[in-house]
């Protein structure tokens, strides 16, 4: 599918083709969900870019300036992914946000007083009637309508400055019921709607809407049977509101808050709602204890009845790899600890059929145990010097020799850089020849002195380049790293590595996150070689790049039989060690990139003081090495962080650079009231799209910046890492980008 997106997008392919391959994918993914014996078969789940934008299209939500572009349906859809700029439409992608605390990014609906809603798609029908007649029993999956606002933003074109989306909420759900009544008319005798939001603090605010919106639906879509999905967390106090809803299914997640099932089940006993039993995680690769799914799962039946109880993943399976038979590389006893997205199915079938009939199950459940006990029994290894090490933290490992102030002042004469300093995030293009080069030398195809000789010319290249645009701080392109976490993960002990075990980002974006399966430790220095030979090449600044112990974490599959906090601190020790060995090896400048912290940050607020500590305590322990004239920074990407600026605030970074430019200045306006010390540099610009804005535009953005911060602390750069644009591309943005710091020089020195 990524293939069959980019040729499209590079006009390789027509739109029919791909959507040819979109519906050999939906049609392939269905076969194995019913393989491994599944009975019911989710429809609507299959995206061309992400599933929130799906359901903004679907329901007509859709900006002005796009609708009216004159592009055909599925350019305006990429449109609002991407951005278009030819054919004389100018358009740039819409914001982009973290679904939850997942790393899947999802496209940002926008919402004003002057909303319409309209099917202006039949996207959900056409999918759950092509599973129909391809013989499946499909359920169609859709984003629920409480949560859909919620995950929206007001549009900056808002007249009334009080204006809430949920005021919106009666013409959404008119056009939700319209959808619904099509569904059943099509054959459906359930339909799913995902409503995360419900175990968020903030659903306690929707009460009202949900019990209003919910008894519409029962009202005027009789004989529906809906069921609400939620997942990632508890219901908590929210259940008092949900047990009264007439739906017709309940769904929660038992991965995630295996707790819950009890008050669960005692608030739903009374009731004629049925409960579907996420005992299958959705989120990480671990086989399932089917023993004890099993036990939940047996509890549920005695409350409710077989009748009333469906087994089911915790969440989508978007979230895993999509099957073990890919991978043959691993040691077949560490493969065995595994369940991806297939296997994951047949877990769901399996605890299902022991519910049923346990001797069916009963070979499956006996591998299954013995294949737990040998992962329990290997978890119980650990390294007793990293141990040992992690115990003997001190509080003054977590601080820099002095205060920013004192650090900015040395930093100044060290690194004489000139106001409103240009630099990059990090990586700039991964070329097709890079990713070949790469290729062969993994195959042993050529040696390491060559594959070494090609990274040289690279990083020569990129520095070049970097000087011929003009900017102050350059980085060396990051042309050796596959991925800024996998890089990493490659270079320490502890973890392991599939083939092929990818997972959607957003669009054509997939990652291959690291295992972690035993204590973290770096055996040599990982960036040191590469940076200290780009420091060599020029007389300018070089920054070396670093991923964050937090971001390294959250973007792998961490251990579940450790705290998140201790694996954190081990891969802060390692970074720490690395920090060291750079500035020993010359370079002035670090950047730790922490785009996940706010990301992993936990659902319920009451949980957040013990996350944020040990975050914010292992970025300021891998970042403590540096002496006060190495200047650190930090990247944040894609995430509100005005709910935990004091967090950020704290990381002491000298230096932060921020998403921004897609957020309206909504990020900036945090700096109203509360207001950063260090340096920043939010982003001009959008790296996710190949638009390139004009000098005009960044130096409004810029202009825009110095309303909310102070001149003397910002620095220009674009959003993210440049490791997804060609070069044509990242070349003129850099150069408009430059020209337009040179322009604030001029305005604002």
Known sequence: MKKALEAYWGDKISAEELLKVAKEQRLNTYATIKGQGVDIVPTGTFSLYDHVLDASSTFGIIPEAYAKAGLSPLDTYFALARGHQKGGVDLPATEMKKWFDS???????EFSEKSEFKLNDTKPIDDFLEAKENGYNGRPVLVGPLTLLWLGKVSKDTQDPNFNQFTLLPKLAAVYTELLKKLQEAGAPWVQLDEPL????????????????????????????????????????????????????????????????????????????????????????????????????????????????QIASSSSLLHTPITTANENKLPAEVLDWFSFATEKCGEVATIGLALQNAEEAKARLEANAKSIAARRAFEKNSDPAVRQRVANIKPEDLNRKSPFPQRREIQRQYLKLPPFPTTTIGSFPQTKEIRQVRAKFNKGEITEEQYEKFLEDEIKSVVQKQEALGLDVLVHGEPERNDMVQYFGEQLDGFVFTQNAWVQSFGSRYVRPPIV???????????????????????????????????????????????????SFQIALALRDEVADLEKAGIRAVQVDEPAIREGLPLRRKEWDGYLKWAVDSFRLAVSSASDSMNTASHFCYSDFNDIMDSVIALDADMISIENSKSDAKLLKIFQNTKYPNEIGPGVYDIHSPRVPSVEEMSQRIKEMTQFIDPKLLWVNPDCGLKTRSWDECTAQLKNMVAAAEDARKTFV
């Open 198 to 309: 419900l175990v968020t603090d903030k659903a306690s605010e929707f009460a009202n809407e949900f019990k209003q919106t919910y008894e519409h639906f029962a009202q005027s879509v009789s004989g529906l049977k809906i069921l609400v999905a939620t997942y990632f967390g508890r219901l908590e106090s929210n259940l008092d509101f949900v047990k009264e809803l007439p739906i017709a299914g309940l769904h929660i997640d038992l991965d995630r808050a295996p707790e819950q099932l009890e008050p669960v089940l005692n608030a739903i006993a009374p009731t004629q709602m049925g409960l579907s039993l996420g005992l299958v995680s959705g989120r990480n690769i671990w086989k399932t204890e089917l023993a004890a799914a099993l036990e939940q799962g047996k509890k549920a039946v005695q409350a409710l009845g077989a009748d009333r109880v």
């Open 103 to 109: 790393n899947y990014h999802y496209l940002v609906p």
């Open 517 to 567: 399966v035993s204590d973290v430790s770096r055996p040599k220095a990982m960036t040191v070689r590469w940076s200290s030979y780009a420091q060599s090449l020029t007389s300018k600044i070089m920054k070396g790049m670093l991923t964050g112990p937090v971001t390294i974490l959250n973007w792998s599959f961490p251990r579940v039989d450790i705290g998140k906090d201790l694996q």
